[in-house]
Antibody
Framework: DVQVVESGGGLVQPGGSLRLSCEAS????????MTWVRQAPGKGLEWVAN????????NYVDSLKGRFTISRDNAKNLVHLQMDSLRVEDTAVYFC??????????????????WGQGTLVTVSS | AIQMTQSPSSLSASVGDKVIITCRAS??????LGWYQQKPGKAPKFLIY???NLESGVPSKFSGSGSGTDFTLTISSLQPEDFATYYC?????????FGQGTKVELK
C-alpha cells in the first residue's frame, strides 16, 4: 500500500524542541516533494513546509521560518520536521503528505494526494 | 501570502441536496487550486486538482470550477458520507495557503 506514517509527537514544554518523522512506503520517496500540514485543536488546516525531491529546496510558511526545519533522508524513506523554540500555539496535529504531480491540458499541478494519520504535538507546561 | 476565503463557513443541508462551496483568492492563481475533504478525527482526503479535475476514484457527484480568483466546489446530490469539512488549497505560489474550511452538516 502507498502510505506515509508520522511519528515523534508528544508533550513538550514551551521553549523545547521536538523532531517529527514521516516514513514513506509503497512508493519511491526520492521522486516526490513532501509536505507538512498542521491543524490546531478545533481549527482549520495550515500548510507548514515542503521540501523537494533531493532536499535542495525548502519552503516554509512565513510565521514559522527560523523555528521549524524540514529535511529528508531518501535512503531511509524518511522526512523530518525539526521544531525548535516551541510555543503553546504550536499545539496541533501534524500531518505529513505527499506532493503528487498531476497533468491536465498541458499543465502540471501539485496536489497533496497521500496523507498520514497525523501525530499530536502538545506544547504545555 | 495569498489569502483564501471560503464561504460559507458552515451550512446545513439534507440528503439529496445540491451544495455549492465557494473559495476566493486574494489575487489571481490561474487554476492552481485543489479541494480536500476532512471528516472528524481523520486525515484530509484529496478530491480535486487544477480547480476542476477529479482525482481518480472520486465520485462524479463532486465537481469543481473556476479560475483566477473565484472557485466553486459542487456536490450534486449530498449523501450521508459527504457530511464533512471541505478545504480549498492554492498551489500557485509559496507559501501554500488553505481556505478556512466549510463544514457541511446535516439539517
Amino acid at each position: 500500500d502507498v502510505q506515509v506514517v508520522e511519528s515523534g509527537g508528544g508533550l513538550v514544554q514551551p521553549g523545547g524542541s521536538l523532531r517529527l518523522s514521516c516514513e514513506a512506503s509503497g512508493f519511491t520517496l526520492r521522486n516526490y516533494w513532501m509536505t507538512w500540514v498542521r491543524q490546531a485543536p478545533g481549527k482549520g488546516l495550515e500548510w507548514v513546509a515542503n521540501i523537494n525531491e533531493d532536499g535542495s529546496e525548502e519552503n516554509y510558511v512565513d510565521s514559522l521560518k527560523g523555528r521549524f526545519t524540514i529535511s529528508r533522508d531518501n535512503a531511509k524513506n524518511l522526512v523530518h520536521l525539526q521544531m525548535d523554540s516551541l510555543r503553546v500555539e504550536d499545539t496541533a496535529v501534524y500531518f505529513c503528505a505527499r506532493d503528487g504531480n498531476y497533468y491536465d491540458d498541458r499543465r502540471y499541478y501539485d496536489a497533496l494526494d497521500i496523507w498520514g494519520q497525523g501525530t499530536l504535538v502538545t506544547v504545555s507546561s | 501570502a495569498i489569502q483564501m476565503t471560503q464561504s460559507p463557513s458552515s451550512l446545513s443541508a439534507s440528503v439529496g441536496d445540491k451544495v455549492i462551496i465557494t473559495c476566493r483568492a486574494s489575487q489571481g492563481i490561474k487554476t492552481d487550486l485543489g479541494w480536500y475533504q476532512q471528516k472528524p478525527g481523520k486525515a484530509p482526503k484529496f478530491l480535486i486538482y487544477g480547480a476542476s479535475n477529479l482525482e481518480s476514484g472520486v465520485p462524479s457527484k463532486f465537481s469543481g470550477s473556476g479560475s483566477g480568483t473565484d472557485f466553486t466546489l459542487t456536490i450534486s446530490s449530498l449523501q450521508p458520507e459527504d457530511f464533512a469539512t471541505y478545504y480549498c488549497l492554492q498551489d500557485y505560489t509559496y507559501p501554500r495557503t488553505f481556505g478556512q474550511g466549510t463544514k457541511v452538516e446535516l439539517k
